[in-house]
């Protein structure tokens, strides 16, 4: 009888997509979401500031007028309470200008 022979795969594996923390990060040491500072006293507080500042600050630079949804820190963190509740460092972003534009920001050092 003949032996069947297995066959390789047609593709290659995938990497992951999953974005890795880097370990160095304060976001490692800190837990869950209402641990990091963003539990009921942060809703109440973003609440209020979209209430207040109600549309994206990036977009009224170009000239369009958009909600913002997203209450961004200007400076990070970094887990930094002081900083984090500084009222002086938000600002409404709307959900793209927050993780594409001021992402790209971030990212290329000239933020933070």
């Given at each position: 009888m003949a032996r069947l022979t297995s066959l390789k795969p047609p593709m290659q594996a995938q990497p992951s997509r999953l974005a890795t923390v880097n370990p160095d990060s304060w976001r490692t040491a800190k837990g869950t979401a209402a641990q990091r500072g963003y539990g009921y006293k942060w809703q109440v507080a973003r609440?209020?500031?979209?209430?207040?500042?109600p549309l994206c600050v990036y977009c009224q630079r170009q000239g369009?007028?958009?909600?913002?949804?997203?209450?961004?820190?200007?400076?990070p963190h970094r887990g930094d309470m002081k900083l984090f509740w500084s009222r002086g460092n938000w600002q409404t972003l709307c959900r793209h200008c927050h993780d594409v534009v001021k992402a790209a920001e971030e990212a290329a050092g000239q933020i933070g």
């Open positions: 609440a209020e500031w979209l209430q207040a500042n369009r007028v958009t909600a913002g949804t997203v209450v961004d820190h200007i400076v």
